[in-house]
Nanobody, 115 residues
Framework: QAHVAESGGGEVQVGGSLTLSCVTT????????VGWYRQAPGEQRTLIAR???????DYEDFARGRFTISRDTAKNTVYLQMDDVRTEDTAVYYC?????????WGQGTQVTVSS
């Protein structure tokens, strides 16, 4: 059974919005901070934002103001809302714990921003 499953990606135009979903396990959601990461072609995978079991969200500087991370414990799901997207947001988006556990990376979900 997969520990995480990302969905919600697709093609979106510059300035548009998209919401990604990460279904995980109750154990992960209650034990670890969960983060959204992204990897653009030719670049390293980087953290976007994370949300803790008992704390608020934290954002990397580039994501603050355009991205919103949230969670629904009843659905064991962590969301990433992306607003005012830019072409540089094109990447594969992943969720994992933060710091990440190497064994639970999922397939990710592709986001393509077109101008």
């Amino acid at each position: 059974q997969a520990h995480v499953a990302e969905s919600g990606g697709g093609e979106v135009q510059v300035g548009g919005s998209l919401t990604l979903s990460c279904v995980t396990t109750e154990t992960i959601l209650e034990t670890y901070p969960v983060g959204w990461y992204r990897q653009a072609p030719g670049e390293q995978r980087t953290l976007i934002a994370r949300i803790s079991p008992y704390g608020g969200p934290d954002y990397e500087d580039f994501a603050r103001g355009r991205f919103t991370i949230s969670r629904d414990t009843a659905k064991n799901t962590v969301y990433l809302q992306m607003d005012d997207v830019r072409t540089e947001d094109t990447a594969v988006y992943y969720c994992n714990t933060n710091p990440p556990l190497p064994t639970i990376w999922g397939q990710g979900t592709q986001v393509t921003v077109s101008s």
